[in-house]
């Protein structure tokens, strides 16, 4: 096959699709639970005056805090291969690596599109099946090292075959044959890879991943993938380390300190405490990074990275979580807030494999019974966009309002509950302070449609638990993505496989095993998977739209509000995704470090 004609520039067409593994998703899902962004796009609070920015100022220092529980640990480490918070932890990954791809926004968050960075361009073969990604000539690791299309391969083989859980679930075309390679090359991959892996999978592989040239490398894909590009900035492939560096290390010591081509080196790790870094000298964008030294000091929860922050302590907080913090940063004359442009409104997912929510009627009470318009005024102060569907404002394919979507009737609620003789419901959430003011508002709601209702708050770990046990009947949780086919896209809610979903099972299956196993699938399935499965973006917001219109004609669980988590930064600092709003990837808004800067 001929490499199809690249395109270059710095903002590209938007082919997507990749869908994550199920246990990757696993460190995102139920955290977005925090922050509001404004109806149409993102909030900005300018009070302070670092809110107006200048010409940017090269030199200084950023400490930035980061929630311990969430993006503040890293303890699998920092090698993408092997490190199992890839999407968490994707400031320090992007600061050291620079990343093959990134996100960028307008001034006011609107217009995200993906934009090659270390790569200079990329390009679907018509069938979609074939990714070709150009890279920038000149580029070198830190240690001096070329960033080339044989680094990338020797990259995307282990990052897929190490057991990161930030690797991307690929159908690969494992039937081309693997080119010969240099035996040096494939011993120095082998050493790195684990001592059981499977030899013939990764040569399977390397006939899906080849280098065409120097500089091209292509990616074979048995089914295509219309969000591969666009869930690259959250997984691992975006991240390529040198390979040289690694052979000298060894694994512990890369997985401390990796060498790689972004904008900052790694000087100190004191692993989930604290990360310290320094300007890469050599790193391939004149003048930048900005800043000189870059911090990431990773702090116990809201309360006292916002305390750090005001003591001086500290520069910058990513992803400030608390309404009420929010709020006080909002009016704080000394600190600027940036409310990131939301992407994954709320969902009550109903459990349909199981009573009560088996009967439809139970459902549509449900939906009847629930005013997330109430909620978003009371909680939210009106700021929060509310949705019908797995979408937002700050998302692609966003579809506010759905036909038919049953909207608040709360006497229409009561009939029902009253024709199926009572509903009584256990209503799960991860214990996150806003997810328990919601679930909160919720329970008082459905009472006053008969509905008796139980919360049961849980940790993240104890709530996935109960996820894969299959015995619940309601959660809280989020849903979306910037794409819907990646992070804690569509598919992972409503899914009939995932293990986080409680659509029906596909005719003939008694459990999602037995679905996989004999390739059975719902019509929603078939939908999703479509809508996943092509680069045609109107063709796949056609496709989302009936995905949205099938979840809501079928009751399986009403949607609400979208938020995003806040940036908040002390005065004189500024960059993107810090002081303008980026869309989230699936959590916390992405930050470009290496065009963050500090007044002198």
């Known amino acids: 096959m001929n490499p199809i004609p690249r395109q270059h520039g710095p903002r590209q067409p938007r082919p997507r ?16 639970l925090a922050g509001c962004g404004s109806e149409g796009g993102a909030n900005v609070n300018t009070s302070g005056e670092g809110a107006e920015a200048g010409e940017p100022q090269a030199g200084g220092d950023l400490t930035v805090l980061l929630d311990a529980g969430y993006s503040g640990g890293w303890d699998t480490g920092l090698d993408p291969a092997t490190s199992n918070s890839v999407g968490a932890n994707q400031s320090l990954n992007s600061a050291i690596f620079g990343g093959l ?36 000539e000149g580029i070198t690791f830190s240690d001096g090292t070329a960033l080339d299309a044989e680094a990338v391969v020797w990259n995307w083989i282990r990052n897929l075959s190490s057991g990161s859980t930030g690797a991307p679930q690929l159908d690969l075309d494992l039937e081309r044959p693997m080119p010969e390679l240099d035996q040096e090359f494939l011993d120095d991959l082998y050493a790195a890879l684990p001592e059981d892996v499977d030899q013939g999978l990764i040569e399977q592989r390397l006939g899906a991943i080849q280098a065409v040239d120097e500089h091209t490398v292509q990616l074979h894909l048995a089914t295509a993938n219309g969000a591969l590009v666009n869930a690259m900035p959250y997984n691992n492939l975006n991240l390529i380390g040198s390979p040289t560096a690694y052979q000298e ?25 604290r990360l310290d870094l320094e300007r890469n000298e050599d790193y391939f964008k004149e003048g930048l990074p900005y800043l000189d030294e870059l911090s990431f000091q990773s702090i116990a929860g809201d309360q006292v990275m916002y305390q750090t922050l005001q003591a001086g302590q500290g520069d910058a907080i990513e992803g400030l979580s608390s309404l009420t913090l929010i709020q006080q940063a909002q009016s704080n004359p000394q600190v600027t807030t940036t409310l990131g442009a939301p992407t994954s409104p709320y969902v009550i997912q109903l459990n349909t494999r199981q009573a009560p929510f088996d009967e439809k009627k139970a459902r549509e009470a449900i939906y009847y019974a629930t005013d997330f318009e109430a909620i978003n005024e009371g909680l939210f102060g009106g700021q929060a966009d509310l949705s019908q569907s797995f979408t937002a404002s700050g998302g692609l394919f966003h579809e506010p309002e759905v036909e038919g979507y049953r909207t608040y009737d709360p006497e229409k609620a009561a009939e029902l509950v009253e024709e199926i003789g009572g509903l009584t419901v256990e209503l799960g959430t991860t214990d996150i302070v806003t997810a328990r003011q919601v679930t909160t508002a919720l329970q008082t709601q459905w009472q006053e449609a008969g509905i008796d209702v139980t919360i049961d708050s849980k940790p993240l770990g104890d709530v996935i638990t109960k996820f894969g ?35 029906p099972l596909p005719e003939g299956a008694a459990t999602a095993a037995e679905a996989l196993e004999g390739g059975l699938q719902t019509d929603l399935d078939r939908v999703i998977q479509d809508a ?26 009403p949607f609400g509000i979208a938020f995003s988590p806040a940036q908040v930064v002390r005065e004189g600092v500024h960059g993107p995704g810090l002081t303008t709003p980026i869309p989230a990837l699936a959590v916390n808004p992405g930050v470009i470090y290496e065009r963050v800067w500090v007044e002198q």
């Open 17 to 32: 699709r990749a869908l994550l593994g199920t246990v990757a998703l696993a460190a995102s899902l139920g955290l977005i």
């Open 101 to 136: 791809f990134t996100l960028e926004a307008d001034e006011n968050g609107e217009n995200a599109e993906i934009v090659p960075q270390q790569a200079e361009g990329y390009e679907f073969s018509e069938d979609g099946l074939t990714l070709t990604v150009t890279l920038r």
């Open 249 to 273: 290390q060894g694994a512990q010591e890369f997985s401390r300190a990796p060498v790689a081509a972004g904008p900052f080196t790694v000087e100190a790790n004191r692993i989930s405490e």
């Open 469 to 503: 046990t299959g015995q619940w009947e309601s959660m809280l949780q989020t849903a979306g993505a910037w794409d819907p086919a990646a992070g804690i896209g569509v598919g992972v809610r409503f899914g009939s496989t995932s293990t986080y979903s409680g659509t």
């Open 532 to 557: 996943a499965a092509t680069v045609d973006e109107q063709e796949r917001g056609e496709l989302y739209r009936q995905a949205a219109e099938m979840i809501s004609d079928e009751a399986y669980g």
